[in-house]
């Protein structure tokens, strides 16, 4: 089906900042536009704040001051609902409550012509439900934009039970001529951003906890080793601690209490406590302008490392070696079992398992430090390291100061499995897999979402392709071996892949 032509009349009803962000979205596409708002005023207002912005930006030389006038043209604030009856398509933006939006959608039903599309901006309520009260559900879809609407591309086109496959065609076709980067997905709980983004923040949440590591070491692992824009702490403050810990309950009650989005007694005690984040000025961390910013924890030596022994290859971190080449290391390379030797320590990529246990299980001793994975090794400023309590200063020392000669911050973690960017990454895409298995998305909607909706450096699918399924699959078997729980259970689908020896996108 086709998108809707540019003389499509758009309604958007609520003036919020995320009904204000997609009026504003529409109106620059060239569509005229009503915002319609119960509060009196509020529609006005709004649209006279996004004049205000696109002033700004004909003022910095961003936008044609005959482009502005024409969207200001284009959009007009609504005085009720009666206002709405010729429009093409309808988007809700209010409150999120379920029984609210219902009888608004009857209302509608009742008012517009039978071709006028009705659509919701929910990010987490069912549309089935929302429209198992219409006489016409198929007309009724879901359109989730995410905040601030007009920056951000991705838009989830929401599918419900009923909702026409055209028409949901139709809006996905809108979004693109939009200038958005629309994806498909069932009506599920969290959709594909809030339901595959919760290990983000749950695992570092979980190591937290344990006493893994502590914020700010957390955080910067995942930025300068992850490539990921912002840790879990820093991105859960400014979401606000409130919005983010509801979402996980509200996940994990509709997944009937699912293990993997547990949500977490530390979060919880912030809300609380009202500790929500920037908003009230101390979450994770405190944001008072005198309030010093803690470091992350970095490990340093003074020793001098000329050389190292590289046995076999080190798989998904062999950039590591090129970069310790580039550095002046000299790197002697022998056959063996994927490790490096530097002085009495071995250095190996984690497979998952605890460095303790490794060491025991392969008979390596008490030196063995584990490594962290990075986004690209080549580029990362940090990187974690495990190792047992047991281990040997000297030894600790020389694979610190062999890191720190290819220009790496070294942080260490306690002897946890899989250690920070490991863990979250396996446990990013495992999540991902069952949403494909169950039929919420493809795997490249998948993708597409995390990087254009949370901006993550890659795709959790193509991120586990190119780590290779099999030895991913290793990682969360002794994930879920070291922590005994379902949380840490691998995807079937992951399974299945790895045994063909196929990849996420080989069968997308």
């Not at 009803?13 to 009503?34: T, Y």
């Not at 439900?129 to 929401?158: D, K, S, T």
């Not at 940090?382 to 020389?398: H, T």
Request: proline letters at 5%; hydrophobic letters at 45%; glycine letters at 8%.
């Amino acid at each position: 089906m086709d998108p809707l032509s540019q003389n499509a009349r758009i309604a958007v009803i609520g003036a919020g900042a995320m009904g204000a962000g997609i009026a504003q979205v529409a109106a620059q596409a060239g569509h005229p536009v009503l915002l319609l708002d119960n509060r009196p005023g509020a529609a006005a207002q709004a649209i006279a704040a996004i004049d205000q912005r696109l002033g700004q930006r004909v003022l910095k030389g961003k936008l044609e001051q005959s482009a502005l006038e024409a969207i200001r043209q284009r959009l007009q604030p609504a005085q009720n609902l009666e206002q709405l009856a010729d429009s093409d398509l309808i988007i809700e933006a209010i409150a999120e409550q379920l029984p609210a939006k219902q009888q608004l959608f009857a209302e509608l039903e009742a008012l517009c012509r039978a071709d006028c599309i009705l659509a919701s901006n929910t990010s987490s309520l069912s549309i089935t439900a929302m429209a198992a009260g219409l006489r016409h559900p198929q007309r009724l879809l879901g359109l989730h934009f995410f905040n601030p609407a007009p920056v951000m591309a991705l838009v989830e086109v929401v599918h419900g039970l009923a909702s026409d496959p055209a028409l949901a065609q139709c809006l996905y076709r809108t979004m693109s001529r939009w200038g958005k980067h629309p994806v498909h997905t069932r009506s599920t709980p969290g959709f594909i951003v809030n339901r595959v983004a919760r290990p983000f923040y749950g695992e570092s949440l979980r190591l937290l906890q344990e006493g893994a590591g502590d914020c700010a070491t957390l955080d910067a692992l995942l930025r300068e080793a992850g490539g990921f824009a912002m840790g879990a702490f820093e991105l859960t403050d400014l979401i606000g601690q409130d919005i983010n810990y509801a979402v996980t309950c509200s996940v994990h009650s509709a997944y009937y209490g699912d293990p993997r989005f547990q949500p977490s007694l530390i979060q919880k005690e912030l809300v609380d406590a009202g500790y929500l984040g920037r908003k009230t000025g101390r979450g994770f961390y405190a944001y008072a302008e005198d309030a010093p910013r803690p470091a992350a924890a970095r490990l340093s030596s003074d020793s001098a490392v000329e050389h190292c022994v590289l046995e076999g290859d080190l798989g998904w971190a062999a950039p590591l070696v090129q970069r310790l080449e580039a550095h002046g290391v000299q790197v002697i390379r022998r056959d063996g079992r994927s490790m490096l030797r530097v002085g009495e320590a071995i250095l190996m990529p984690s497979d998952g398992r605890l460095a303790g246990q490794r060491a025991r299980d392969e008979g390596l001793g008490n030196n063995l430090v584990l490594l962290d994975l990075a986004l690209d090794y080549r580029q990362a400023s940090r990187l974690a390291i495990s190792c047992s309590s047991a281990i040997a200063p000297q030894a600790l020392d020389q694979a610190v100061a062999l890191l720190q000669r290819a220009g790496l911050q070294v942080s260490r973690l306690s002897d946890t499995p899989a250690l920070a960017v490991l863990r979250t990454v396996a446990m990013l895409a495992n999540e991902a897999a069952d949403a494909v298995l169950q039929g919420v998305a493809s795997a490249a909607d998948i993708d597409l979402a995390m990087r254009s909706g949370v901006n993550y450096p890659l795709g959790p699918l193509a991120w586990a392709d190119r780590l290779g399924l099999e030895p991913l699959l290793k990682v969360l078997e002794h994930l879920q071996g070291a922590y005994g729980e379902e949380r840490y259970r691998p995807s079937l689908l992951l399974r299945r892949h790895a045994a063909q020896g196929r990849g996420f996108h080989d069968c997308a």
